[in-house]
């Protein structure tokens, strides 16, 4: 079955800095793999998604995610980080004979101090 | 891209009651789905809304309690029947793309609060 994990609850980060969030994926055959964000008392918006080709994947608002095959991982990046930034991430897979059926993560909440 | 609309977007329920929910898509797709998301808590998938045929659910959710109705490419209801205070969460929609380029759409979400 597929699945993602993202092991964090929580990132803390000053504005500037660096952020990760990190994600990891167990699945049959090749991964759909993608990065929404939920602001407060709003829906999810897309950020990135890998499908094939290069391993880095740019996406909205600055974000990127490095698809790792041998680590199994999809991690979250941004060089630097703006307060404007936290909110919930989710990290999510589709389904192996459905693209469109996805399976989240549990959310990893993101806090960019100033 | 697909704007997706939801409405309610909030809703304060009595349980016992039954509320059904929205979901206006401004374009025809394919496939729409139902996600729930509990207090705190990930979405979970409740059901693919098909058009013109039963709605397929997922493992743990049955048509009883979350009856789904798909007339048209555009247009869903999810219905939560005999609401108790287990059923309070986000209820959000989402459409698909046409292909793994496409991306999945989501609703606003419509915030449910069973008394």
């Known amino acids: 079955a597929q699945s993602v994990a993202q092991p964090e609850d929580q990132v803390n980060v000053a504005e500037g800095n660096p952020l990760t969030v990190k994600c990891t994926y167990s699945v049959s055959g090749n991964p759909y793999l993608f990065w929404y964000v939920q602001y407060p008392n709003r829906g999810l918006q897309f950020l990135l998604k890998?499908?094939?080709?290069?391993?880095l994947v740019k996406g909205s608002y600055g974000f990127e995610a490095e698809f790792n095959k041998s680590q199994t991982s999809f991690h979250l990046k941004k060089p630097s980080a703006l307060v404007s930034d936290s909110a919930l991430y989710f990290c999510a897979v589709s389904a192996l004979y459905n693209f469109n059926k996805f399976y989240f993560g549990s959310g990893t909440k993101l806090n960019v101090k100033p | 891209s697909a704007v997706i609309s939801q409405k309610p977007s909030r809703d304060i329920c009595q349980r016992g009651t039954s509320l059904t929910i929205q979901c206006q898509v401004d374009?025809?797709?394919?496939?729409m789905f139902w996600y729930r998301q509990q207090p705190g808590q990930s979405l979970t998938l409740i059901a693919t809304?098909?058009?013109?045929?039963?709605?397929?659910?997922e493992s743990g959710f049955v048509i009883d309690k979350f009856p789904i109705s798909r007339p048209n490419l555009t247009f869903s209801t999810l219905t939560v029947s005999n609401m108790s205070p287990e059923d309070s969460s986000i209820y959000l929609c989402s459409a698909d793309g046409q292909d793994p380029q496409e991306t999945q759409y989501f609703g606003p979400g419509t915030r449910l609060l069973v008394l």
């Open positions: 890998y499908i094939t080709g290069d391993n």
């Open positions: 809304a098909n058009q013109g045929s039963e709605a397929t659910y």
């Open positions: 374009s025809q797709v394919t496939m």
